[in-house]
Each structure stands twice: as structure tokens, then as C-alpha cells.
């Protein structure tokens, strides 16, 4: 299996600007996890899915974000409008169950707003 | 609701020597632990989780924890570490609920001067 797949590895935009980062989670999992890292605050769950369906976004952080599960192979996390705070790695990780089974992890996406 | 405390931000270590990284959790009912480890410019990967049974679990690269319900700890430890250790280590505690969330530590950087 490929593991978790996350795009773009890296984005840069403007303050103001659209972003969308992809995942696909490993094949069979029904958990799908967005978190969020930085320097000051650490790594912050944003949001959960559990078979598509969003379970808690009490971590998203505003409504300039949104996250989507439209099939089981494929999520988006979409920052609208970005800020320079946005500024971060973001991670998603898949699971197959929750709680206290194991979650793989994407290599991230490196967003830097300017 | 759970919480994890690292109480190291950063752990330097000659190499071959001893470590042990320190982790505190708070919880009203029974948990699971887990110790993650994050290479540089990866993702988070699992090192080892208590789930029940013996206190002692052993994880990949020859890490071991101890879990001590009195105490409330889960230290990690390695008897010697390698170069190939230097990561940043990530404690976490989720409740037994397959919807519960995983609730990681701040992290521990770990360095190790040759």
C-alpha cells in the first residue's frame, strides 16, 4: 500500500487566496484525520471523519475553513480566505476504527501564506 | 475529557547513551497510551501503545514504556540510542471509545550529539 497520500507537499499563496489540500487515506480505513502543526501551538486535531462523515470539527479553528469527505478515497481541507497565521504544516492520518487503533500519517503539506 | 503532559521540550544525548522521555497523562477513566515518533520532514509514526495486559510494552528501534497507573506516567525509554534516533517524540492518551479522539503531548525533541 502507498500509505496515506497528501497534496500538495508544499504551497505558497497570498494572503487572500484559496488554498485546497488533498489527502487519500490508506485503502480500508474508515477514519480520516486533518491536524494541524506548528511551532507555538503544536499538532491540533481539526477535524474527524468516520465513513465520510464528519464526526467533531471543534478544532477547526474558523469558518474560513472547511473540510470535505466526498468517497471513502478522498478528502479536502480548504482554507478561504488564507492569512498568514494559516501558516503551517497539515497533516492527515486514516485509521481503520478509532479510538485506540493505530494512525498512519501523510508526509504533510507545507503551507506558507505571505 | 483527556490530557498528556511532556515534560521535556528538548532532550539532548551523547550517542549509546541512555534516554527516557517523560510523559504525564490526566484522565477520569481508563485509557490507552501511545508514543508516536516524527523524523524530520515526516509524518507521525507509531513507536508502541498500551492497550491493557503487562505495564511494560516494548515498541520498534528498541524503545520501551512502562505505563504506571499510580503515578499516571508513560515514560519511554531506550537503554542506548543511535544517531538515527534524533526525532521529535509525541505522547498520547484517547479513552476506550472507538469514536474518541487521540490527544497528543506537546512533543519532545530529541538530539543526540555523536
Known amino acids: 500500500d502507498a500509505g496515506v497520500i497528501q497534496s500538495p507537499r508544499h504551497e505558497v499563496t497570498e494572503m487572500g487566496q484559496e488554498v485546497t489540500l488533498r489527502c487519500k487515506p490508506i485503502s480500508g480505513h474508515d477514519y480520516l484525520f486533518w491536524y494541524r502543526q506548528t511551532m507555538m501551538r503544536g499538532l491540533e486535531l481539526l477535524i474527524y471523519?468516520?465513513?465520510?462523515?464528519?464526526?467533531?470539527d471543534s478544532g477547526m479553528p474558523e469558518d474560513r475553513f472547511s473540510a470535505k469527505m466526498p468517497n471513502a478515497s478522498f478528502s479536502t481541507l480548504k482554507i478561504q480566505p488564507s492569512e498568514p497565521r494559516d501558516s503551517a504544516v497539515y497533516f492527515c492520518?486514516?485509521?481503520?476504527?478509532?479510538?485506540?487503533?493505530?494512525?498512519?500519517f501523510g508526509p504533510g503539506t507545507r503551507l506558507t501564506v505571505t | 475529557a483527556q490530557s498528556v503532559t511532556q515534560l521535556d521540550s528538548q532532550v539532548p544525548v551523547f550517542e549509546e547513551a541512555p534516554v527516557e522521555l517523560r510523559c504525564n497523562y490526566s484522565s477520569s477513566v481508563s485509557v490507552y497510551l501511545f508514543w508516536y515518533v516524527q523524523y524530520p520532514n515526516q509524518g507521525l509514526q507509531l513507536l508502541l501503545k498500551y492497550l491493557s495486559g503487562s505495564t511494560l510494552v516494548k515498541g520498534i528501534n528498541g524503545f520501551e514504556a512502562e505505563f504506571n497507573k499510580s503515578q499516571t506516567s508513560f515514560h519511554l525509554r531506550k537503554p542506548s540510542v543511535h544517531i538515527s534516533d534524533t526525532a521529535e517524540y509525541f505522547c498520547?492518551?484517547?479513552?476506550?471509545?472507538?469514536?474518541?479522539?487521540?490527544?497528543f503531548g506537546s512533543g519532545t525533541r530529541l538530539s543526540i550529539r555523536p
Open positions: 498520547a492518551v484517547s479513552g476506550y471509545s472507538s469514536a474518541s479522539k487521540i490527544i
Open positions: 471523519f468516520n465513513n465520510n462523515v464528519p464526526i467533531d
Open positions: 492520518a486514516s485509521s481503520f476504527q478509532g479510538g485506540p487503533y493505530e494512525q498512519y
